[in-house]
Each structure stands twice: as C-alpha cells, then as structure tokens.
C-alpha cells in the first residue's frame, strides 16, 4: 500500500509530491484515505515563514481533515471500514501515562508540555493515506459521522472545535446575550453560526475590510446581526451596537494581529467576557503584547473576564460534532465557494486563495485525484 504525500519543502517553498509506501497495520492501528483538508490560517503562516513547532523539512502540513476508514487493525472495535471520520488538530502526546493526554487523562491536551497537533509534530494530512498508531486512536479527537454525511462538512469539526472552547469556557455568556467578533475570516464565521444556533440576542461583527464583511453579512446574517467597520470611530459604534445594553457581553479577538488585541480589550465593560482567540504568531515565536490590568477595579468591581483558547480538547471536539451532525449550521455551505475549491495537485494555490482578503474556507478534495 503505497500514500502520495505532498510535501512543503522549506518555508516560502512550493510542494512536492513523493510515494510513500505504508507499513502494515498493527493491533490497534487504522489505515485512513483522506477526502477533504480544509486551510487554516496556521497552514498559510507555516507556508510563508514556517513555525518554529515544525523542526524538520519538507513538512507534512494540513490539519482540517476529513477520511474514510480503509482498513482496522486487530482490536480495533470503534471503527470500521467505510467510515467517515473528521480529526482534531491537537492530539495526545502519545505518553499513555500523561494526566492530560492518557487513558485515565483530561483530555486537556494543549496543557500538556509534550502536547503535539498534526500538521505540526505529527505529520498532517496533506497526503492521500495514512496509518494513525493504537494511542491516537484509542485516545485521539477522531469522531465518526452518519453514513452519507457530506465530507466537505466533516473536514471543518477541528475549526468549529476551537471556536466553541472560546465561547462555553464561561457558562452563559452567548445565549440572550450581545456578541462582538473582532475579525470577519473563518473563524468569527463559525462563532456567527454558533452564536445564533447558541441563542445570541445580538451578534455584531467587525472588520477593516469590506468585501468579506459584505460577503458574511450577505450569507450568514439575519435580523440580530449587524456590521461595523473598523475605522477610527469603531469603540464608539460598537457601544452604540449593544444598546440597551451599555456594553457586549462577550467579545471575541479573531484578528491575529497586535490591533485586534488593542481594540478588544477598548471593548471591555462591566461583566464583558473576552476571548483572546487568534495568537500573533510567525516563524520568530509570539511576539509580546503588554497590557496593564486593574485587578480590583476591573476584574472584580467590573467582574470582567479576560480568557484565551487556542487549539481544541475532547470538550470541543463533541460540541462540534453535535452541532454538526445535528443540522444546527445549516449555512456552513456557504463558506466555501467555486473559486475556493482546489485538488491535491493544487495546494499552494488553495493557500494562496486562503490567504485573500474575501475569503473564508478553502478546502482541497482529495476524491479529485
């Protein structure tokens, strides 16, 4: 059995492909044919400067991935042949000993200091095959989904996982309540759709530029979600967004860039909860950005809450799938369209195409070989 692996050869380079023949399976393992990777932001950072996570070159990337289970391995009992399945980014560490990534672990993975995420550590799915080992598989986020469920569907549970853990850390804070998100890309379109499937009373959605402002408004918008620009006077409409309320509820900082962290933090009120969701990052680490807190009069006069989610656990991973599976994004098509599907053939393009400013999901189908 042979795998066709596109590989990332430096950062700033292009692909190449190479045929890899697979090992046989082994007790516990699962052979995967992989059908849709959709890009995240990480994969174009990692194409144009790489990231220190990734040690060795040329890379295995891509992590937003949907397969069919080809073949199981002795003792395998959760999965069978033909099924559909959708993986998380952040994996066990494979210690099957580890409090947070073991069998009798957390599951909180992004805590562990040996924590790896595929497309990073472990190889991603840039690749027509591959054979997951007995600890990802017994341990790992891999959720299966109904016979005939759509592909293209099941590649976004990782995204969709990482926008929920931002915004159930705290109890209460979307339903009935006014939302702000810092950012119009894929990752404010998620939490829109979960936002309103999650009850939001208001949903206010903020973005310098206005093709993919119109574009999401346009597609995803209903009668309690409205757009501002983000120019000089953003802090000022944004409050005047919220009335009757003085101020949001939950903000959440899907720009990664040092302003959508200064303008957040301008959006603070009382009891506002913000989610500092999109890191800065690139190939010289996390740069640092200061900011001064009053502990007394702003975390408990003002009872605000100032959290950060990056990555996804279980928790995530099983909301996802429920909203998935459960028809509760029923617009979740349209963040992809003709000029955002791309071959395997084709991946730097589909990441150069993730990287324009109107676009949201760019997803590679690997049945177009």
Same mark, same amino acid.
């Given at each position: 059995?042979?795998?066709?692996?596109?590989?990332?050869?430096?950062?700033?380079?292009?692909?190449?492909?190479?045929?890899?023949?697979?090992?046989?399976?082994?007790?516990?393992?699962?052979?995967?044919?992989?059908?849709?990777?959709?890009v995240c932001q990480s994969d174009v950072v990692i194409q144009r400067v790489g990231l220190p996570?990734?040690?060795?070159?040329?890379?295995?990337?891509?992590?937003?991935?949907?397969?069919?289970?080809?073949?199981?391995?002795?003792?395998?009992?959760?999965?069978?042949?033909?099924?559909?399945?959708?993986?998380?980014?952040?994996?066990?560490?494979?210690?099957?000993?580890?409090?947070?990534? *073991?069998?009798?672990?957390?599951?909180?993975?992004?805590?562990?200091?040996?924590?790896?995420?595929?497309?990073?550590?472990?190889?991603?799915?840039?690749?027509?095959?591959?054979?997951?080992?007995?600890?990802?598989?017994?341990?790992?986020?891999?959720?299966?989904?109904?016979?005939?469920?759509?592909?293209?569907?099941?590649?976004?549970?990782?995204?969709?996982?990482?926008?929920?853990?931002?915004?159930?850390?705290?109890?209460?804070?979307?339903?009935?309540?006014?939302?702000?998100?810092?950012?119009?890309?894929?990752?404010?379109?998620?939490?829109?759709?979960?936002?309103?499937?999650?009850?939001?009373?208001?949903?206010?959605?903020?973005?310098?530029?206005?093709?993919?402002?119109?574009?999401?408004?346009?597609?995803?918008?209903?009668?309690?979600?409205?757009?501002?620009?983000?120019?000089?006077?953003?802090?000022?409409?944004?409050?005047?967004?919220?009335?009757?309320?003085?101020?949001?509820?939950?903000?959440?900082?899907?720009?990664?860039?040092?302003?959508?962290?200064?303008?957040?933090?301008?959006?603070?009120?009382?009891?506002?909860?913000?989610?500092?969701?999109? *890191?800065?990052?690139?190939?010289?680490?996390?740069?640092?950005?200061?900011?001064?807190?009053?502990?007394?009069?702003?975390?408990?006069?003002?009872?605000?809450?100032?959290?950060?989610?990056?990555?996804?656990?279980?928790?995530?991973?099983?909301?996802?799938?429920?909203?998935?599976?459960?028809?509760?994004?029923?617009?979740?098509?349209?963040?992809?369209?003709?000029?955002?599907?791309?071959?395997?053939?084709?991946?730097?393009?589909?990441?150069?195409?993730?990287?324009?400013?109107?676009?949201?999901?760019?997803?590679?189908?690997?049945?177009?070989?």
């Amino acid at each position: 059995m042979f795998s066709t692996s596109y590989l990332l050869d430096k950062p700033g380079g292009t692909f190449r492909t190479e045929r890899i023949e697979l090992p046989s399976l082994k007790r516990g393992e699962i052979l995967l044919r992989t059908r849709r990777v959709s890009v995240c932001q990480s994969d174009v950072v990692i194409q144009r400067v790489g990231l220190p996570r990734i040690k060795s070159w040329p890379a295995v990337i891509l992590h937003e991935v949907s397969a069919t289970v080809e073949a199981v391995g002795e003792g395998v009992t959760k999965f069978e042949t033909g099924d559909l399945v959708g993986i998380g980014c952040d994996i066990p560490c494979g210690d099957r000993a580890c409090i947070y990534c *073991g069998d009798e672990g957390t599951g909180d993975w992004t805590c562990c200091p040996n924590t790896q995420a595929t497309g990073h550590e472990f190889a991603g799915f840039a690749r027509t095959h591959a054979v997951l080992p007995d600890w990802f598989v017994e341990l790992g986020p891999i959720m299966k989904f109904p016979k005939g469920f759509d592909p293209d569907h099941a590649c976004q549970l990782e995204p969709l996982a990482c926008c929920l853990e931002g915004m159930t850390r705290v109890n209460n804070c979307i339903a009935n309540r006014v939302v702000v998100l810092i950012g119009a890309g894929s990752q404010s379109t998620y939490a829109l759709q979960c936002a309103q499937a999650m009850g939001a009373g208001k949903i206010i959605l903020v973005n310098r530029g206005a093709e993919r402002l119109e574009r999401v408004l346009r597609d995803f918008g209903d009668e309690r979600v409205v757009g501002v620009r983000w120019d000089e006077n953003v802090v000022e409409r944004v409050f005047s967004e919220c009335r009757p309320f003085n101020e949001p509820h939950f903000v959440m900082m899907n720009a990664p860039a040092r302003e959508g962290y200064e303008l957040s933090v301008k959006l603070l009120g009382y009891g506002t909860v913000l989610d500092a969701h999109a *890191g800065v990052k690139g190939a010289g680490g996390k740069p640092r950005i200061a900011h001064e807190v009053d502990l007394n009069n702003d975390i408990h006069y003002k009872l605000q809450c100032l959290q950060a989610t990056h990555g996804s656990s279980m928790h995530g991973i099983r909301m996802a799938h429920e909203l998935l599976v459960g028809g509760k994004l029923p617009k979740l098509g349209l963040m992809t369209n003709a000029s955002e599907r791309f071959g395997p053939d084709q991946i730097l393009e589909a990441i150069k195409r993730a990287d324009d400013k109107d676009s949201l999901k760019v997803i590679v189908n690997f049945d177009n070989l």
